[in-house]
C-alpha cells in the first residue's frame, strides 16, 4: 500500500527557534499533500493544503507566516514552524493524495513538537 | 459540509463483530462515506469508504442504509490491534478535503 514518512516523529526544541518537519510520499507521486494539527485528546484540525509548485491554501486562522509550507517536489512536502512557542506544541500530521482517479489521502505516522 | 455524529466511545469483547455507526442525515446525493481509524499516537489509517452499496475490504464493511443518512461500520472479528478512535467523514467527490469529526473511540476488551 501508499505509504507516507514524516521525519523526524519527535522533536524538542526551545521557544523562539524554528523547526522543520518533512514529509515524503515514499512509493507514489503526491501533487497533493495536507498538513493537519492535533491537540490531546482533540480531532485532526487541517491547516493547509499545499500543491506542488505552487503555494500552499492555508484554512482560516491559520497563521500562513508562521507556518511555512513548501512543496517542492511531487514526493516532499515541508512544514516549518518559525518561531516556536509552547502553545505550537501539538502533534503534526500530513497526508499524500495519489493522483490517481479517486486520489485517496495517505496518512504519515505523525510528528510530536514539543516547545519550552 | 455535511456533518457527521458520531458516539463518543464503544466497547467490545475481543473477537467479537463490532458495529460502529453513523448518522449523516444532511449528506447529499454526491457525498461519499469515508471511515479512518486512528490508532494511539499515529497518524490516521484509511478503512474503507462507499457511496449507496454495501462494500467489503480485508478490514471491515461499510453498511448503508438505503436513504444513505446512516452507515455503520462493522469489524468482523475484533482484535485488540483494533483499538483506535474510528472517524465517519463525508467527502464531497471532486472535493480533496477531508474534515474530521470527534470519532468514536473503540476499546476491545480482551
Known amino acids: 500500500g501508499a505509504v507516507v514518512s514524516q521525519h523526524p516523529s519527535r522533536v524538542i526544541c526551545k521557544s523562539g527557534t524554528s523547526v522543520k518537519i518533512e514529509c515524503r510520499s515514499l512509493?507514489?507521486?503526491?501533487?497533493?499533500m495536507f498538513w493537519y494539527r492535533q491537540f490531546p485528546k482533540q480531532s485532526l484540525m487541517l491547516m493547509a493544503t499545499s500543491n506542488e509548485g505552487s503555494k500552499a491554501t492555508y484554512e482560516q486562522g491559520v497563521e500562513k507566516d508562521k507556518f511555512l509550507i513548501n512543496h517542492a517536489s511531487l514526493t516532499l512536502s515541508t512544514l516549518t514552524v518559525t518561531s516556536a512557542h509552547p502553545e505550537d506544541s501539538s502533534f503534526y500530521i500530513c497526508?499524500?493524495?495519489?493522483?490517481?482517479?479517486?486520489?485517496?489521502?495517505?496518512f504519515g505516522p505523525g510528528t510530536r513538537l514539543t516547545v519550552t | 459540509d455535511a456533518k457527521t455524529t458520531q458516539p463518543n466511545s464503544m466497547e467490545s469483547n475481543e473477537e467479537e463483530p463490532v458495529h460502529l455507526p453513523c448518522n449523516h442525515s444532511?449528506?447529499?446525493?454526491?457525498?461519499?462515506i469515508h471511515w479512518y481509524r486512528q490508532l494511539p499516537s499515529q497518524g490516521p489509517e484509511y478503512v474503507i469508504h462507499g457511496l449507496t452499496s454495501n462494500v467489503n475490504n480485508r478490514m471491515a464493511s461499510l453498511a448503508i442504509a438505503e436513504d444513505r443518512k446512516s452507515s455503520t461500520l462493522i469489524l468482523h472479528r475484533a482484535t485488540l490491534r483494533d483499538a483506535a478512535v474510528y472517524y465517519c467523514i463525508l467527502r464531497l467527490f471532486g472535493n480533496e478535503k477531508l474534515t474530521f469529526g470527534t470519532g468514536t473511540r473503540l476499546t476491545i476488551i480482551p
Open positions: 497526508s499524500a493524495r495519489d493522483t490517481g482517479f479517486w486520489g485517496e489521502q495517505y
Open positions: 444532511t449528506i447529499s446525493g454526491t457525498d461519499y
Open positions: 512509493d507514489f507521486q503526491a501533487t497533493t
